[in-house]
């Protein structure tokens, strides 16, 4: 089997369950920009030493995998989304929310703004919050071009952009200095 098909070759991609649409369309951005969150959070995941933070780094890889399944489906496709799989759900929300909480009381947030970069993981963690930020926001733009981008998708993305805030704070052992108040 070959990795390519030279059927992109013309400027498009195919979608889940079939059609075919250019790799610049909104669509395309939305869903490779999850692309890239799953392999900032594999750079964050390899270079942590800590079992537990790996393993809900894999989570959440696994759970953007879902995200961009959920962004690649073609409107008309939508009803053959699986809930968890393929489709993203209520529950995988609140579950980073659960996760948020749990994090925040056991380290309470700064109160000031940060500089990132305190060790690589809490780098790599910061790096892949904004890139979840920037799929945010090209969720947000697909959802003002079509009816039927699926709301989940962007509490989800927003929660976790957060989650991502609050392990980068904890696994960077508040080591990272304030940002200067402008005076």
């Known amino acids: 089997m070959r990795i390519y098909t030279k059927t992109g070759d013309d400027g498009t991609t195919g979608l889940l369950y079939g059609g075919r649409i250019s790799k610049a369309d909104t669509r395309t951005e939305a869903y490779g920009t999850t692309d890239e ?3 900032a959070l594999g750079l964050a995941r ?13 989570e959440l890889q696994r759970d953007l995998f879902v995200v ?8 008309r496709e939508r009803r053959k989304l699986t809930a968890g799989v393929s489709l993203v759900t209520g529950e995988m929300t609140e579950g980073l929310e659960a996760r948020i909480d749990e994090e925040v009381r056991a380290r309470p947030l700064p109160n000031e703004f940060i500089v990132p970069g305190a060790d690589p993981v809490s780098a790599a963690l910061d790096l892949a919050r904004s890139t979840v930020r920037r799929a945010e926001r090209r969720a947000v733009e697909l959802s003002a071009t079509e009816e039927d981008v699926n709301p989940e998708v962007l509490r989800y993305l927003n929660r976790l952009s957060d989650l991502l805030f609050v392990l980068a704070r904890s696994k960077s052992g508040g080591a990272e200095p304030p940002s200067r108040r402008p005076q």
Do not use: I, K
């Open 46 to 58: 390899s270079l942590s030493e800590d079992p537990d933070l790996a393993a809900t780094l894999l």
């Open 37 to 39: 969150a799953v392999a």
């Open 68 to 75: 961009g399944a959920d962004l690649a489906t073609s409107p």
